[in-house]
């Protein structure tokens, strides 16, 4: 039997951020944006905060009641969302003004992201290190997956290593074949899911 999850609100930011830092600091990606270790520990958070706003405003994040895990998701109408220029840059203003490679992410995983079809984002998911491998990602996801295999509506998101692109491949994501290459960085693996085909009952 499973933790039960609930959708996050405005109340849970500051735990919903506080995880996403503890589990991501530690990040490929986050070492590549905030590459001196003292950077990090003191703009990470912030970061993670400006995603955790923005999912609470514009997506939708769902939590585990005991708080051990978070996914943070994004419903992408065909066609994208409308481009917004400055958002990138916004987001280097409001975590570190002086490092452009919190810029250069948002603008790179942007000018990759699907925009031809519909589909939900998973665009960052949590577990806390008590919690691993008790099968909570994966409720966190189904938790959505099976909504969209309702509705028929395809899922993305960006797998930040080899071990995760495995553990989403499980779940149905299929590599798109090619990376996401960050200058003088990791590889980032873009992952897309069609929705299951209707059975009969």
């Not at 950077?39 to 999912?55: L, Q």
Request: glycine letters at 8%; one cysteine or more; hydrophobic letters at 40%.
């Amino acid at each position: 039997m499973g933790v039960a999850i609930r959708r996050a609100g405005q109340d849970d930011t500051a735990a919903v951020t506080d995880l996403l830092d503890r589990v991501f600091g530690e990040d490929p990606v986050s070492g590549w944006v905030f590459p001196d270790p003292d950077d990090r520990r003191a703009k990470h958070g912030t970061m993670m905060g400006a995603f955790a706003a923005s999912a609470l405003a514009e997506g939708y994040v769902d939590l585990a009641e005991d708080g051990s895990a978070v996914a943070l998701w994004f419903s992408v109408p065909a066609g994208g969302h409308p481009a917004d220029e400055d958002g990138p840059a916004e987001l280097r203003r409001a975590v570190d003004p002086a490092n452009e490679r919190v810029e250069a992410i948002a603008r790179i995983l942007d000018e990759r992201h699907p925009k031809d079809r519909a589909h939900e984002h998973l665009m960052l998911i949590a577990v806390d290190a008590s919690a691993r491998s008790q099968g909570r990602g994966t409720e966190l996801i189904n938790n959505v997956l099976e909504r969209c295999d309702r509705e028929g509506r395809a899922a993305y998101l960006e797998a930040s290593s080899l071990r995760s692109r495995a553990l989403y491949a499980r779940l149905g994501f299929v590599w798109t074949g090619s990376t996401i290459d960050l200058p003088d960085g990791p590889q980032m693996y873009p992952m897309w899911r069609d929705a299951a085909p209707a059975t009969d009952a």
